[in-house]
């Protein structure tokens, strides 16, 4: 069975933790998220597999390669300017159009049962079958209306207070005759909810629903992408140690995923689930709690406490620090006696100097240096980087 990957976009959303990789290369779990869905759609059967690039294209390849590794033949298309979501698919027509085939984001995290998805798309009469999944506010996504047969209606992208007739959003995967080629432009910006599915409807062309039921994401903010790692934490069943570990009057409740030679001092301790990157120094007194990732080669120093957090590689945590519900990028430095609030997205290379305080849903960019006792209340930007956060 095939699948269609769309990594093209830059991931704007999630700055600025996509300056120096793509969205779908962003760590859940101290991997990058595209291995996570390529294994996933593995295990279903969906071997044959086509990606479309764009953005830091080479971080992708070299995350799957050919795809050996996970069980699949992966082919790479390259865009060589931004076609939209129907538009890169029909880039890469040469590899689909054989068959029936599947198409979702690269940034999608899922816990579906996509093979159920194109099974039931097989049974249908309809040119392409919509994966739809109920959510509690569908105002960031486009919504459908369906009936009893599972025929949709209406579309609405994106709806304002008092256009939402349904919390049925759409997931941004599809199944896909190879007839839907003849209605995609060549070359030109089309995407699949603001132009294709509109124009089939008007041509009266029937599109079908699936309703999805389980863990979906597209990881559309920092917030989503905490959630996603929530969902990947929670299938780690047993603690498992790759390698050396040393460990000496410390406590680990599982499960924890442990890379080699990690060292965990006195008196610390590591309540699951976690994942701990190789090389990773606890200190003594330090407090791990559950829903937090570690990368390889960091340092938590004495009585520093991290909770339900993702710690990229290389950071440094300084003692008696607090870190809850955040997200901290590769090689940054936490001082002494900081406070990072919930929903924090810090920046790589960044430096936090002692007593600094941030408060929840701060970003701070790549390399900012922020003073000793600052409290950070609003983004702090670099100038040397793009400071725009809305887009794809």
Not at 14 to 23: A, D, H, V
Not at 192 to 200: G, I, K, M, Q
Not at 213 to 242: C, H, M, Y
Not at 275 to 283: H, Q
Request: net charge negative.
């Amino acid at each position: 069975m095939k699948v269609c990957i769309m990594c093209g976009g830059e991931g704007t959303r999630l700055r600025p933790l996509t300056f120096g990789r793509p969205k779908p290369c962003i760590p859940i779990v101290n991997k990058p998220s595209i291995q996570h869905l390529v294994s996933h759609l593995a295990n279903l059967g969906f071997n044959d597999v086509v990606i479309t690039l764009g953005y830091m294209s080479e971080s992708i390849e070299e995350a799957l390669g050919d795809g050996s590794l996970f069980g699949v033949n992966v082919t790479y298309v390259h865009e060589k300017t931004k076609l939209g979501t129907a538009g890169s698919v029909k880039n890469a027509q040469k590899y689909l159009e054989e068959q029936p085939f599947l198409v979702v984001g690269g940034d999608h995290v899922v816990g579906l049962n996509l093979l159920e998805f194109y099974r039931e798309h097989l049974t249908n009469d309809s040119i392409t079958t919509i994966g739809l999944i109920s959510i509690d506010d569908p105002t960031e996504y486009g919504i459908a209306e369906i009936d009893a047969d599972y025929q949709i209606k209406r579309f609405k992208e994106k709806p304002s207070p008092g256009e939402i007739f349904s919390n049925l959003a759409s997931t941004g995967m599809y199944v896909c005759d190879p007839e839907i080629f003849d209605h995609i432009p060549t070359g030109e910006k089309f995407d699949f909810a603001r132009n294709l599915f509109p124009e089939l409807m008007e041509k009266g062309y029937g599109l079908k629903a699936w309703l999805a039921r389980g863990n979906w994401s597209d990881v559309g903010s920092p917030r989503s992408l905490r959630e996603a790692e929530r969902w990947k934490l929670q299938d780690i069943g047993f603690t498992n140690i790759s390698g050396d570990l040393y460990i000496k009057g410390a406590r680990i409740l599982g499960p924890a995923q442990i890379g080699s030679s990690v060292s965990i001092a006195a008196n610390s301790r590591v309540i699951g689930p976690v994942s701990i990157g190789a090389g990773t120094i606890i200190e003594e007194n330090v407090i791990i709690g559950p829903y937090t990732s570690i990368g390889e080669g960091c340092i938590i120093k004495n009585s520093a406490k991290v909770f339900s957090s993702s710690i990229y590689n290389r950071v440094v945590i300084g003692r008696d620090s607090t870190v809850s519900g955040s997200i901290i990028d590769n090689d940054t430095l936490i001082g002494t006696g900081c406070n990072i609030e919930h929903d924090t997205v810090i920046g790589p290379r960044a430096v936090l100097k002692g007593g600094v305080v941030v408060h929840s849903g701060t970003r701070l960019w790549p390399e900012v240096i922020i003073p000793e006792g600052t409290v950070v209340k609003e983004h702090v930007l670099n100038e040397d980087f793009d400071t725009r956060t809305e887009g794809s």
